[in-house]
């Protein structure tokens, strides 16, 4: 541990003229200081020595720069915020607190000690920082950040490879220091210069005259003495004072003076080994080493010229005082450097003058005196060897220290890396602790509200059955009422059933006439092969050709087009595609004639009422949506699917009923007059396509599970099922006269079943004919003798259902065909596919 204190006297002799005194010291239990190294202690040490700097030699604050280095740099920093008006601080190596040396804390505990990275902000005074870059015992980054907590910043100084204590070798640091010294030195000379007056000089050189006793036995031999400073001695060196009576403390007597004038040069050279031996042995610890310091350009010129004045005897002082005042009256227009050299030249010559005549004077005496110093030389030579010896065990001991700080510091940094795991594994177990701590309390939460809830609906259940009491009486008395209404009402009703019979034996009658006058009305009216029913709301039927050649091509939407339906008794084509609108198309210009929006998702299907005033679309936004063709608005918006609606169909007979299939397991039948659901059917197997019966009261599904099922509509139960293909059923198609259904699956097959049996009657495949999706929809003609279903690879199939084979094969489409559809008046058959591409064919 190293602390020093170095305190500056300025003078207003010169410009930025001064002269550097320093103290160092060790402290309580460190070096050669008694008692026990503490915390404490080592603030009072560094307070009793700022104390007998200011109190017995007159020191002032804004003439002192502390310097401490390492743990020193702690009692440095607390008596620094101490001090407002202290002229600088130097911290070598400093620490940001002792606990922060061994642990890597972000906050100070109360338990640490010297606490520097709360004080330094309290330092007022400029600081300069120096820190190797290479320190292993304290890292740089305790330096670094010091000088980032600094009130006046110097430029730190980081020495590049540098240890804890190595710095003092490297040329940059006493570059440095010098740099900083003199940068505070100017400051002073700034702060004093008003104060300088021309008897600066005259009061210097009184000064030290007051100290020109003991240098009246100067020798040759006193000069080795200069470079002698034992650490163990608590000295002060080269310290001046500006006031004369503060001088008489620091003469020495006349015996310890002649004492010291008793050596030799045989002693000094013993002596000198000796003190290279000591300086190595103090440079590898943190005790006291005195801070160099060297005076500037002029300052230091004049300054060597008054102490050499101050050395001289009175007489010739007054002579060369006199020579200096001429000398100073002739170079008035000479620079300040010039006379400086002037004044040390003739103090120099007056120097030797006076050295050779001593040296004449006391020769004999110094031969008698060196005699008793020869035969003690021996006692010493062996002091010395005892000395040395003493030496090599401290060095012995200092590295077995050094191997048990290693071991110690390995512990420790494996203790800290366990406390860290230790204290991450806390910290997981109270944030764990924690969690559980709130679920509990959610926990106790929601049971005081299970047990409200409970109290509540135990009272309801006791007014429950208060109600239900009440009530079972209130039924018995309707049961008994009620019997006696069914006995009226069976009443009522025979006789109407007699008034119904009679009604009905009157409408058969009235039936037949008619039937009689229609069939005489029809044999007449024939026109190209087509007969036509005079009855309103009747339908044509007429004979379907086979198409071959390719009509129109419509580019009808982009993405693709799932579904395309034909008008009934028109020739006009509707078409539903991936980009949400439903397009109407005139076949025999292949032009469009109107386009309705506000599909929120893909068409998967569409439906026409029978009298063409109302279409409705499958979305896969999980809607139906229902457009009045006249306006071209929607009209319903029917939702309460959970998924993708892929199928729908109107009743033949009713423009009120609509059924859907989505794939959320479920069936609906919708009424549009009221824009609601009426009825659910629910199965396991997600369904493909559907479609009414002729009579309305029959729902024919076919699912993925390949089963074709049929419902009824009013209950909702299942009438019958058959398993009509291996894979998912992709289409279902219903003859006009209402007794075939056809139905076509993934499994490339396309069947035609009985509706009244439910048996196959026929089974069409073709080579290469491959279904494209689950949602590939497939046709019967108007007159019932044909089929035409899309493949993958783009052709269209067309078979004959009596012979059962293929009749004609259409191949325009670059992409696969997704749905076929063919007009009610027996011609054009339609297709549409991925691209979103429709052909009609004649």
Aim: glycine share 6%; charged share 25%.
């Amino acid at each position: 541990m190293l602390c020093k204190l170095v305190f500056c006297l300025f003078f207003d002799r010169t410009p930025c003229g001064c002269l550097f005194g320093k103290k160092g010291y060790d402290y309580s239990g460190y070096g050669q200081s008694s008692g026990k190294p503490s915390e404490h202690n080592t603030y009072a040490d560094i307070e009793a020595a700022y104390k007998c700097l200011e109190e017995s030699y007159g020191a002032k604050q804004d003439n002192i720069i502390l310097y401490g280095q390492s743990v020193g740099s702690g009692p440095t920093v607390d008596l620094a915020a101490r001090l407002p008006r202290l002229r600088a601080v130097v911290l070598h190596s400093p620490i940001l607190s002792g606990l922060r040396v061994m642990y890597p804390v972000k906050r100070t505990y109360w338990f640490d000690i010297y606490k520097n990275i709360d004080k330094i902000p309290l330092v007022k005074c400029p600081v300069l920082v120096i820190h190797g870059t290479a320190d292993e015992v304290v890292d740089c980054s305790h330096g670094k950040q010091l000088w980032e907590l600094c009130q006046e910043k110097y430029e730190p100084l980081w020495l590049k490879g540098g240890n804890h204590c190595n710095l003092e070798m490297y040329p940059e640091y006493l570059r440095h220091l010098k740099k900083f010294i003199s940068t505070v030195e100017k400051s002073a000379c700034r702060r004093n210069a008003g104060r300088r007056s021309v008897d600066g000089f005259e009061h210097a050189r009184r000064v030290s005259d007051c100290l020109e006793g003991p240098r009246k036995s100067t020798d040759r031999r006193e000069k080795p003495r200069k470079s002698t400073d034992r650490p163990e001695r608590l000295k002060f060196h080269e310290f001046k004072f500006t006031h004369p009576d503060k001088a008489e403390k620091l003469k020495v007597s006349f015996d310890h003076m002649e004492r010291s004038r008793r050596s030799v040069e045989y002693y000094d050279k013993s002596r000198k080994n000796m003190d290279l031996q000591l300086e190595k042995a103090r440079k590898s610890v943190d005790w006291g080493v005195p801070c160099l310091l060297q005076l500037h350009n002029d300052s230091l010129k004049q300054e060597v010229a008054v102490l050499l004045l101050s050395s001289l005897s009175s007489p010739r002082k007054h002579q060369i005082s006199k020579e200096i005042d001429f000398t100073k009256k002739q170079s008035i227009h000479m620079s300040q450097e010039e006379i400086g050299r002037e004044a040390i030249k003739q103090a120099l010559k007056a120097l030797k003058k006076r050295h050779l005549l001593e040296e004449r004077a006391h020769a004999p005496a110094l031969i008698a005196l060196s005699r008793p110093i020869i035969s003690q030389g021996s006692e010493w030579k062996e002091k010395a060897e005892n000395l040395e010896a003493e030496l090599q065990q401290c060095y012995k001991a200092q590295s077995l220290l050094s191997n048990q700080l290693v071991v110690e510091v390995a512990e420790s940094r494996a203790a800290k890396t366990s406390l860290q795991e230790k204290e991450a594994a806390i910290t997981d177990l109270q944030n764990e602790v924690t969690q559980i701590r709130d679920e509990c309390d959610q926990l106790k939460e929601d049971l005081e509200q299970k047990i409200k809830a409970l109290e509540l609906v135990i009272s309801e259940n006791h007014a429950l059955k208060t109600q239900l009491e009440e009530m079972t009486l209130k039924a018995k008395n309707a049961e008994a009422e009620n019997k006696m209404l069914i006995d009226r009402w069976m009443l009522q009703k025979m006789q109407d059933a007699e008034r119904l019979n009679e009604a009905n034996a009157l409408y058969e009658e009235m039936i037949d006439r008619l039937k009689a006058s229609g069939l005489e009305s029809l044999a007449r009216q024939q026109v190209d092969g087509i007969v036509r029913r005079n009855e309103d709301g009747a339908e044509y039927f007429v004979e379907s050709t086979i198409p071959s050649t390719c009509k129109h091509k419509i580019t009808a939407h982009e993405g693709g087009c799932a579904s395309i339906l034909f008008e009934y008794n028109s020739g006009k084509l509707i078409s539903g595609g991936q980009d949400r609108s439903i397009k109407m198309w005139d076949t025999n210009t292949g032009s469009l004639s109107h386009t309705l929006y506000g599909c929120l998702g893909s068409v998967l299907d569409l439906a026409i009422t029978h009298d063409n005033r109302s279409i409705i679309a499958a979305s896969s936004s999980n809607n139906l949506y229902v457009w009045d063709v006249t306006t071209g608005r929607v009209r319903h918006t029917l939702t309460g699917h959970t998924d993708k609606v892929c199928a729908v169909d109107v009743s033949k007979i009713s423009a009120r009923h609509v059924v859907s299939a989505a794939y959320d397991r479920t069936i609906k039948v919708w009424d549009l007059h009221k824009g609601f659901c009426t009825n659910t059917i629910i199965f396991h197997s997600n369904c493909n396509s559907l479609c009414f019966s002729m009579d309305g009261q029959t729902i024919c599904s076919g699912h993925v599970d390949g089963n074709l099922r049929l419902w009824d509509i009013q209950t909702g139960k299942l009438l019958s099922e058959v398993a009509a293909h291996s894979l998912a059923v992709t289409s279902i198609s219903l003859s006009r006269n209402g007794s075939v259904v056809l139905t076509s699956g993934r499994d490339n097959l396309h069947n035609l079943f009985d509706m009244r049996s439910l048996e196959v009657c026929g089974t069409l495949r073709a080579t290469g004919n491959r279904v494209a999706s689950n949602w590939s929809r497939s046709c019967i003609s108007p007159d019932d003798n044909y089929v035409a279903a899309g493949s993958a690879d783009g052709s269209v199939h067309i078979w004959s259902i009596s012979k059962g084979d293929i009749v004609s094969t259409l191949k325009e489409h670059t992409a696969p065909v997704l749905c076929c559809s063919w007009s009610g008046l027996g011609k054009p058959l339609a297709s549409s596919d991925k691209n979103g591409i429709i052909y009609t064919w004649t």
